[in-house]
């Protein structure tokens, strides 16, 4: 894509790509950066209205599609200082647009490669979207590192099963589930990075029994990704636990800010700085951060709170639970009620609500167990990151 057909590219430009992944966009990255542009990754696989919208949000000078590159007559320039925007998943609404200037995405990439001892010979491998920082960020170690990365237009598991000479991985916990349940050899990845959603405690068992080196990352888009390995933060990050048990980060890999939205912007950050990522948590005697889930999430039944993933974590380890969210409805009698949506492993066969009350009671306290169960044999609702749409669980 460095040829010809590359308009003139200038500095500020907006350059939107909406191609699927491959090993090409290092070189458009590269190229972008080279003119002093920015990159705005879309989706791909976003429907028509939703790839429109955000596009006409973002008003880029550049497109490029499968046609090639083509300048956009309507489009505004970049923000002084802006290499990169991302949109959000959209989990919580309208997908949010994060800015993000270079020194931002270098201290990501760096930081990670420090505290993962990841020289710029070790291979990485990509199986996550290109248009999310999780997976931009594995890209990003060629761009910035010159590490050798393999790019997959999709995951895959036996593809992935078969990438033996990489030294890294960026997952989400349902990619890292199908490799375990596809007999993948995991063993060979010196580390493999686990985001985007909480790892259930089985899960994090069967892949070390599986010889699987797994790093639970925690972070969000707004903080240029995970910035949080295993509980501790990367080299230049601080984490805190405000008054109402809220995560807060400090860095140098936090975003500028959304585009073209100052109010949420300005709600995003604390008077000092500090990022509000949304989430509740704790620092445990260890000095590692645990982290319980979104505030809107818990569930209040009874007077008694009730977080979803320590349900789902629970749940989890029945056998006739392939997948599991919990989410609270309204009950007349107890305020909220907890609702287990079960994929089963054996849709012939499924679980009773019996059944996983009096599982999910031998590890939690009776009150936490569910009192209502659907079974959902289509699979759950999930994001690119593998989190649960729990407003689609009506």
């Known amino acids: 894509m460095r040829s010809s057909a590359t308009p003139d590219l200038r500095a500020a430009d907006l350059v939107a790509v909406t191609l ?3 090993p090409e966009w290092a070189d458009m990255l590269a190229t972008a950066w080279e003119a002093g542009a920015a990159l705005f990754p879309v989706d791909h696989r976003l ?3 939703q790839s429109r919208d955000l596009m006409n949000r973002a008003a880029p000078t550049i497109l490029v599609d499968a046609d090639g590159w083509h300048r956009l007559n309507s489009g505004r320039p970049a923000d002084d200082g802006v290499a990169l925007v991302v949109h959000t998943s959209g989990t919580g609404g309208v997908p949010k647009l994060v ?4 020194p931002a995405i270098d201290a990501a990439v760096a930081s990670s490669a420090l505290a993962l001892e990841a020289s710029p010979h070790d291979r990485w491998l990509c199986c996550l979207p290109l248009a999310h920082v999780g997976g931009l960020l594995v890209l990003l170690r060629s761009v910035l590192l010159g590490a050798p990365v393999t790019v997959h237009p999709r995951f895959d598991p036996e593809k992935v099963a078969a990438e033996a000479d ?3 991985v960026s997952l989400v916990p349902t990619m890292l589930v199908r490799l375990i349940d596809a007999g993948a050899d995991l063993s060979h990845f010196r580390a493999i990075l ?3 959603a909480a790892i259930p405690a089985g899960l994090a068992d069967r892949a070390g029994a599986e010889g699987a080196n797994v790093i639970e990352t925690y972070g969000l888009t707004e903080s240029c990704g995970g910035v949080v390995y295993d509980g501790r933060p990367l080299p230049g990050t ?13 860095g140098p890999t936090v975003m500028r800010g959304y585009l073209s939205d100052a109010e949420a912007s300005a709600r995003a950050f604390t008077d000092g700085g500090w990022l509000r990522p949304g989430d509740a948590g704790w620092i445990d005697g260890e000095g590692k ?4 889930g979104r505030p809107d999430d818990l569930i209040n039944t009874g007077g008694e709170k009730v977080w979803p993933a320590e349900v789902e974590a629970a749940l989890l380890d029945h056998p006739g639970v392939a997948d599991v969210a919990v989410v609270g409805r309204p009950d007349p009698e107890w305020g909220q009620r907890v609702v287990a949506y079960v994929v089963p492993a054996d849709p012939a066969a499924p679980p009773s609500l019996d059944e996983l009350r009096d599982h999910a009671a031998t590890s939690l ?4 167990a569910p009192r209502e169960l659907v079974l959902v044999p289509e699979g759950l609702p999930r994001t690119a990151s593998g989190k649960v749409r729990r407003a689609a669980l009506a």
């Open 20 to 22: 699927p992944p491959g």
């Open 47 to 49: 429907p028509p209205s």
């Open 99 to 102: 800015q993000f200037g270079r």
């Open 166 to 168: 990489s030294a890294f």
């Open 194 to 196: 686990v985001g985007g």
């Open 238 to 250: 601080e984490v805190r636990i405000d008054g109402d048990g809220g995560i807060q980060l400090r």
């Open 289 to 292: 951060l645990r982290v319980a």
């Open 365 to 368: 306290p009776r009150h936490k």
